[in-house]
T-cell receptor, first 113, second 115 residues
């Protein structure tokens, strides 16, 4: 069964600290993996998109990694800011020629001053 | 927000009434999607469209219908709303299908409450 599991469910960190969010998936065949940021009351916004052959992708203070062998991805946030408080969603697309994408339930990040 | 407008943003309706949500885009993207987001669940695809008058079902399509008569508009209709359809609904657009590596853009969401 195609699944995307994210951990932790929620996380509280102090402003300026780094953190890493995890995404494990059982999707097959794999097409690509995306990380989204979703602020409260708003739609998700794309952070990174990675294909099978990419190990790392950065977007400012956000760095995503992908290990296609172990089917794991992580999102590392450097020098966190209060504005990083949001849900972070991992999404995996299935390479079956259709429109199947599996969304994780997200990690809720709280950055405290 | 990438030229996507969802309307209404909030709606409360009674069980058994029909409801239509609208998604309007100004990006001329071919693909449009309707998702629902519920606590503890990832976003789930309801229906999608790959062109004018071309639509197909997603994983949670029961009780929903869609129409796309123009490139810029994608309507989601709940024929007879039920309490289980209380949710936040998101519209998304993309130039290419999800298995490509192009970005998808989401609207602000519509919070629907069925009482």
């Amino acid at each position: 069964k195609n699944q995307v599991e994210q951990s932790p469910q929620s996380l509280i960190i102090l402003e300026g600290k780094n953190c890493t969010l995890q995404c494990n998936y059982t999707v097959s065949p794999f097409s690509n993996l995306r990380w989204y940021k979703q602020d409260t009351g708003r739609g998700p916004v794309s952070l990174t998109i990675m294909t099978f052959s990419e190990n790392t992708k950065s977007n400012g203070r956000y760095t995503a990694t992908l290990d296609a062998d172990t089917k794991q991805s992580s999102l590392h946030i450097t020098a966190s800011q209060l504005s990083d408080s949001a849900s972070y969603i991992c999404v995996v697309s299935v390479n079956t020629g259709g429109f199947k994408t599996i969304f994780g339930a997200g990690t809720r990040l709280f950055v405290k001053a | 927000d990438a030229g996507i407008t969802q309307s209404p943003r909030h709606k409360v309706t009674e069980t058994g009434t029909p409801v239509t949500l609208r998604c309007h885009q100004t990006e001329n993207h071919r693909y449009m999607y309707w998702y629902r987001q519920d606590p503890g669940h990832g976003l789930r695809l309801i229906h999608y469209s790959y062109g004018v008058k071309d639509t197909d079902k997603g994983e949670v399509s029961d009780g929903y219908s869609v129409s796309r008569s123009k490139t810029e508009d994608f309507l989601l209709t709940l024929e007879s709303a039920t309490s289980s359809q209380t949710s936040v609904y998101f519209c998304a657009i993309s130039e290419s299908p999800p298995l490509s590596n192009t970005e998808a853009f989401f609207g602000q969401g519509t919070r629907l409450t069925v009482v």
